[in-house]
């Protein structure tokens, strides 16, 4: 998909995701928005969208847009929004998704796509013309029968009131009781993937929620001593020190 007025870095994006559209509009495996929506956790401001890879046009588009980018939500463009990102974070958003599509496509199955949604973090760019620290979530509403990209709700949300800090990782939150796998590097083959348990994934939300180990056992009837093992690999595999440094991770990755 080559367009000639297209900035080569917006380009990058375009070729990472043209050979995995669907090649005509219909599409058998979907989801429906208002499913999608319960999943979204933001700590911010936010705006969403859905972009149909078919045709890269945008439909749904939160009002908030406007607030937040100073975008017509009735005009604005998939490029306009791509524009908006950073210069020096284009590469790494580029990077996220050619990693996105190989994890799907040759680790856990294209199948699975609709039961994650995608995490990761770059600078976007305001209103006024600064730039700051934004979340961004994916979700796959719809493929076709050959795993063909549809419909995604895509959702940013403004973090830089937590952290200006970019870890340049990429995070798969499994939804429906799927695995979860947190801070994968882009630049790395992720041969060993750290997998989180749809257990870990609760237990790192009632920590969040301030429940003590007696607590979270009672709650999710196992002994404190396997919550206690629990923390200590969550801690692990998170490359966290501590638990307030656990929870601000998950946070930025859009777990919590």
């Known amino acids: 998909m080559k367009n000639d007025s297209q900035l080569p870095e917006i380009q990058n994006l375009y070729d990472v995701w043209y050979p995995n ?20 956790i933001s700590t911010g401001l936010f705006y969403f969208y859905i972009i149909d890879f078919f045709d890269m046009s945008l439909s749904h588009i939160s009002p908030a847009i406007s607030e937040i980018h100073g975008f017509d939500s009735e005009m604005v463009s998939f490029n306009d929004i791509l524009e908006a990102i950073h210069p020096e974070d284009i590469e ?33 760019r305001l209103k ?31 973090i ?16 429906n009781g799927e695995p979860s796998f947190m801070n994968l590097n882009p630049d790395e083959e992720n ?10 994934i609760d237990i790192i939300k009632l920590i969040a929620n301030g429940l003590s180990n007696v607590e979270i056992a009672e709650k ?18 998170c490359d966290s020190k501590n638990t307030a440094q656990l929870i601000k991770n998950c946070i930025l990755q859009g777990i919590i």
Do not use: C, P, W
Not at 148 to 155: E, V
Not at 161 to 171: E, G, I, P, R
Not at 220 to 237: E, G, M, P, Q, Y
């Open 191 to 200: 041969k060993e993937l750290k997998e989180f348990s749809k257990r870990e």
């Open 21 to 40: 559209r669907i090649a005509k509009s219909n599409e058998s495996k979907q989801i429906s928005f208002n499913d999608l929506t319960n999943s979204i």
């Open 92 to 124: 790494f958003v580029s990077k996220a998704e050619k990693l996105s599509t190989d994890f799907f496509y040759e680790k856990v199955g294209y199948e699975k796509m609709l039961s994650y949604k995608t995490s990761y973090n770059f600078r976007f």
């Open 160 to 175: 830089d009131h937590l952290s200006n800090f970019n870890t340049y990782k990429v995070s798969f939150i499994g939804l």
């Open 220 to 237: 999710l009837f196992i002994s404190v001593l396997t919550v206690k093992k629990h923390r200590t690999n969550i801690l692990a595999k």
């Open 128 to 158: 006024n013309g600064e730039y700051a620290l934004f979340n961004h979530q994916s979700l796959m509403l719809s493929l076709d029968d050959n795993g063909g990209l549809g419909k995604s709700l895509n959702i940013h949300t403004r």
